[in-house]
């Protein structure tokens, strides 16, 4: 394990329903990361959090929306999600914001929305 | 914009033959350049990273990265390679917002 625990690890939802997600890290690290990966495109920024604050969105729907209630942990509500939604999403944490610390993901959650 | 190109969507190798993943990258300035590998079903993992100094960047599992400044790459390579070296590998730099962006990944084949 990495150190970051992501769950569910899968999830199928209707465009009507509310799920959320959830991310955890007991690295000590402070900045926190949600990014969307759909096959054969790069990795989408979608949330940054340092220090339990945002920092970035890129120009996320509003469909998503993140929580951040301490340096620990990450959220992500969804609420009338589109297909096009489907996608394996994933959690990174880093020490600091900066990006020569590189990144520590967990596993993803696999979503897929009917 | 700061980004890398990862031009190949798959990369087919024998096992013990040498492996080459291709990146090029698209900087102002000094880039940091970073490797990550993913198995099935798991997050992506850290290999290896160039910020400075010596252009071959040795990393995790045998790998190594070489930073070819004139040609703005930094392919991945891994001299002998082994069929549990199969999985998606994706190059990354830091952008403008000093996060890190991420090429599209290739998908690395070993065949036995």
């Known amino acids: 394990e990495t150190g970051v625990t992501q769950t569910p690890r899968h999830l199928v939802m209707g465009m009507t329903n509310k799920k959320s997600l959830k991310c955890e890290q007991h690295?000590?690290?402070?900045?926190m990361y949600w990014y969307k990966q759909s096959a054969k495109k790069p990795l989408e920024l979608m949330f940054v959090?340092?220090?339990?604050?945002?920092?970035e969105n890129n120009s996320v729907p509003s469909r998503f929306s993140p929580e951040c209630p301490n340096s620990s942990h990450l959220f992500l509500h969804l609420h009338t999600l589109q297909p096009e939604d489907s996608a394996l999403y994933l959690c990174?944490?880093?020490?600091?914001?900066?990006?020569?610390?590189?990144?520590?993901f967990g596993s993803g959650t696999r979503l897929t929305v009917v | 914009a700061q980004s890398v190109a990862q031009p190949e969507d798959q990369v087919n190798v024998a096992e013990g033959n040498p492996l080459t993943v291709k990146c090029t990258y698209s900087?102002?300035?000094?880039?940091?350049l970073f490797w990550y590998v993913q198995y099935p079903n798991r997050g992506l993992q850290f290999l290896l990273k160039?910020?400075?100094?010596?252009?071959l960047v040795k990393g995790s599992y045998g790998f190594e990265a070489e930073f070819n400044k004139s040609q703005t790459s930094f392919h991945l390579k891994k001299p002998s390679a082994l069929v549990s070296d199969s999985a998606l590998y994706f190059c990354?730099?830091?952008?403008?917002?000093?996060?890190?962006?991420f090429g599209k990944g290739n998908q690395v084949v070993v065949i036995p």
């Open positions: 990174a944490s880093s020490q600091g914001q900066a990006a020569n610390y590189g990144y520590t």
């Open positions: 690295l000590g690290h402070n900045a």
């Open positions: 959090y340092n220090f339990k604050e945002q920092t």
């Open positions: 900087v102002s300035g000094n880039p940091y």
């Open positions: 160039y910020i400075t100094g010596d252009n």
């Open positions: 990354a730099v830091r952008d403008g917002n000093n996060r890190l962006a």
